[in-house]
C-alpha cells in the first residue's frame, strides 16, 4: 500500500478492487439481483398472456424496466455498509480525492449489477421471441446504458444515507432521472424490431455515459460529503 | 458585500415583510385584468370554442412550473457556493407553490384535452415532461423532509435540485424523442399565430402568477426563518422592539 | 352581455370552470395554509 503512487487511476482501482473482493466474497447479492431481474421478466408472460406477438413487442421495455427495478433494488450496496461501518469516512481521509473514489466504486457497482444483467438478457430475450438481430441490440443498449444507471443511482443513494425510510426514498429521487435512458435504451431495440435505425438511440446512450462520467463522480462526491458533514 | 448583506436571515425577514404585499398587490391587479381580458374580451376561437380559453391559466401554470424548478436550482447553486442558508430556506419555500403550479398545469391541461383530444390523458411530450417534473419536486420535497438534520436536509436539497436541473432538458428532449417515435400527440398548447386580444391575457396571467409565486415563496420564507431560528436572539429582540412601539403608542 | 351564456361555455362548462375553479381553490388553499403555519409560528415565538 505504502509503495503505490497517489494518482487518479490507482485511487479509482484501489475502491474498484475494494468494493469487487466484497462482491464477490458474499456471491449471493449478485446472484440475486439477477435472479430477481429474471423473475420480474418472467412475471409479464403470466400477466399479459403468452401470446407471441404481443410478448415480442413489448420484450424490450419490460426488460429495460426490470433491469432498471434491479439495479435500484442493489443501490444501497453502493454506500450503506461502508457509511454504516466507518470505511467512508476512513475513505474521506485517505489521500484519494473522494470524487476519484466514488468513481472506483461506481465501477465496481456496474460490474455486478449492469454487466451481468446484460449478460443474461439474451436468455429472456429468447423466451420473448426474440431474434439474434434484436437482442444484439438489447445486450448493447443494456451495455452502454447501465452504466448510467449506476452513476445517477450513486447520487441518489449517496443523498439518502442513513435517512429514515432509504430505500423508497432512494427510488423516488432517482427514478425520475432514470427516464431518458430508459426511453433511449427500450428505444433502441424497439427501432431495431421496426426497422429503423437504432444506431441514433445507441449514441445517445453512449453520449449520456461519457456525460456521466464526467459529471457523475463530482456530484456523488458532493452528495457522500453531505452525508458525512 | 452589499448582496450578502441580506444573505442573512435576520436581515431579510422584515425585507420579505415588506417585499410580499406588494408583489401580492401587484399579482391581484394582473390576475384581475387577465382574468377580465381573458374572459369577457378575448374572442372566441373558430376552431375550438369558448373551450381554448383554458390556456389563459393552462400556459402561465405550465410555464411556473418549469420556471420555479430552475429558480430552485439557482438558489441551490447560492446554497452550494456561497454556503448560504437563507437559499436553501428559499428552496424549500418556493418548492410548495412549484408543485401547486405543476398540478394545475396537469389538470388544466386534461381538462383542456379531453374536448380537444378527446381523452383526459394523451402522454403528449409536454405533458409527460409536466408529470415528470412533478416526480422531481415530490422527490426534493421527500427528501428534505425525510431528514431531521435541518442542515444536512439544506445541503442534500440543493444538491438533488441542481442534479435534476440538469436532466431536465435531458428528459425533455428524450419526451419528445419518445412521443415522435411512437407517433403519439403532438398538438402545440397554443398556436404559433395567435392573435394579441389573445396573447395579452395570457402574458397577464403569467405575470400575475409570477408575482403571485414572489409573494407567497416570501411570506413562506419568513414562516421556514421564524421556525427554525425561533431561538435566535434576533427574534427575541423583534418581539421586544414590536412591545416596545405598543407601548410606547399607549403611553 | 348574456350571463347564462357566458357560464355555458358554448356546452364546455365542466372543462373551463373546472380548470378556473381549480386554480382559485389551489391559491386560496395556499393562502389558507400559509396564514395558519404563519400564525402557529408567530405565535410560538411570541411576536
Not at chain 1, 439477477?34 to 400477466?47: D, E, K
Not at chain 1, 457509511?83 to 489521500?95: K, V
Not at chain 2, 436553501?88 to 383530444?117: D, H, K, N, Q
Not at chain 2, 398548447?189 to 409565486?213: E, K
Amino acid at each position: 500500500m505504502a509503495n503505490v503512487a497517489i494518482s487518479p487511476e490507482n485511487g479509482v482501482l484501489l475502491a474498484f478492487r475494494r468494493d469487487l473482493r466484497l462482491a464477490v466474497r458474499s456471491k449471493g447479492e449478485v446472484i440475486q439481483a439477477m435472479v430477481f431481474f429474471v423473475m420480474v421478466v418472467s412475471l409479464f408472460p403470466l400477466a399479459v398472456g403468452a401470446e407471441s406477438a404481443l410478448l415480442k413487442r413489448i420484450a424490450p421495455g419490460v426488460m429495460w424496466v426490470a433491469a432498471l427495478l434491479s439495479v435500484l433494488l442493489t443501490l444501497p450496496r453502493i454506500f450503506a455498509n461502508d457509511y454504516a461501518d466507518g470505511t467512508l469516512e476512513q475513505l474521506a481521509i485517505s489521500p484519494y480525492p473522494m470524487a476519484v473514489i466514488v468513481a472506483g466504486k461506481m465501477l465496481a457497482h456496474w460490474f455486478t449489477t449492469g454487466l451481468p444483467l446484460a449478460i443474461v438478457a439474451p436468455v429472456l430475450g429468447l423466451q420473448f421471441g426474440l431474434g439474434a438481430h434484436e437482442l444484439g441490440v438489447i445486450v448493447l443498449s443494456l451495455m452502454l446504458g447501465t452504466p448510467v444507471l449506476s452513476m445517477i443511482g450513486a447520487v441518489g443513494a449517496a443523498l439518502t444515507l442513513g435517512v429514515r425510510g432509504g430505500s423508497i426514498l432512494t427510488a423516488l429521487l432517482v427514478l425520475p432521472l432514470y427516464i431518458p435512458v430508459l426511453i433511449f435504451g427500450a428505444g433502441a431495440a424497439e427501432a431495431s424490431m421496426a426497422g429503423i435505425d437504432y444506431t441514433a438511440n445507441l449514441s445517445l446512450l453512449g453520449a449520456g455515459l461519457l456525460l456521466g462520467a464526467l459529471a457523475s463522480p463530482l456530484a456523488v462526491a458532493a452528495a457522500v460529503k453531505i452525508a458525512l458533514d | 458585500m452589499s448582496i450578502f448583506k441580506y444573505a442573512s436571515p435576520s436581515t431579510f425577514y422584515p425585507l420579505a415583510g415588506k417585499m410580499a404585499p406588494w408583489f401580492a398587490v401587484i399579482a391581484a391587479i394582473l390576475g384581475a385584468a387577465g382574468l377580465y381580458l381573458g374572459l369577457f374580451r378575448a374572442p372566441v376561437d373558430f376552431q375550438q370554442g369558448e373551450v381554448y380559453r383554458i390556456i389563459f391559466i393552462h400556459v402561465p401554470t405550465a410555464w411556473m412550473a418549469m420556471l420555479i424548478y430552475v429558480i430552485m436550482a439557482v438558489y441551490g447553486v447560492m446554497a452550494l457556493t456561497f454556503n448560504t442558508r437563507l437559499s436553501s430556506m428559499m428552496i424549500e419555500a418556493l418548492a410548495p407553490t412549484g408543485v401547486m403550479f405543476t398540478v394545475l398545469a396537469l389538470w388544466t391541461g386534461a381538462l383542456w384535452g379531453r374536448p380537444t383530444w378527446g381523452t383526459y390523458w394523451a402522454w403528449d411530450a409536454r405533458m409527460t415532461s409536466t408529470l415528470i417534473l412533478l416526480f422531481l419536486y415530490i422527490g426534493y420535497m421527500a427528501l428534505v423532509n425525510a431528514m431531521d438534520d435541518k442542515k444536512r436536509a439544506d445541503k442534500a436539497g440543493a444538491l438533488l435540485v441542481i442534479v435534476g436541473s440538469a436532466n431536465v432538458p435531458i428528459i425533455y428532449f428524450s419526451v419528445k424523442w419518445w412521443n415522435t417515435l411512437h407517433q403519439g400527440y403532438s398538438v402545440a398548447a397554443s398556436g404559433s399565430s395567435m392573435d394579441a386580444s389573445m396573447r395579452m391575457p395570457m402574458l397577464l396571467m403569467t405575470f400575475a402568477c409570477w408575482a403571485y409565486a414572489i409573494a407567497i415563496a416570501l411570506w413562506r420564507v419568513r414562516a421556514i426563518i421564524l421556525e427554525r431560528e425561533k431561538e435566535a436572539a434576533w427574534v427575541a429582540n423583534l418581539h421586544g422592539s414590536a412591545s416596545l412601539k405598543t407601548s410606547g403608542v399607549r403611553a | 352581455m348574456n350571463w347564462s351564456e357566458f357560464f355555458s361555455m358554448g356546452e364546455r362548462a365542466f372543462y373551463v370552470w373546472g380548470s378556473f375553479g381549480a386554480f382559485g381553490l389551489a391559491i386560496i388553499v395556499e393562502i389558507l395554509l400559509l396564514r395558519m403555519r404563519l400564525k402557529k409560528v408567530t405565535e410560538k415565538v411570541k411576536i
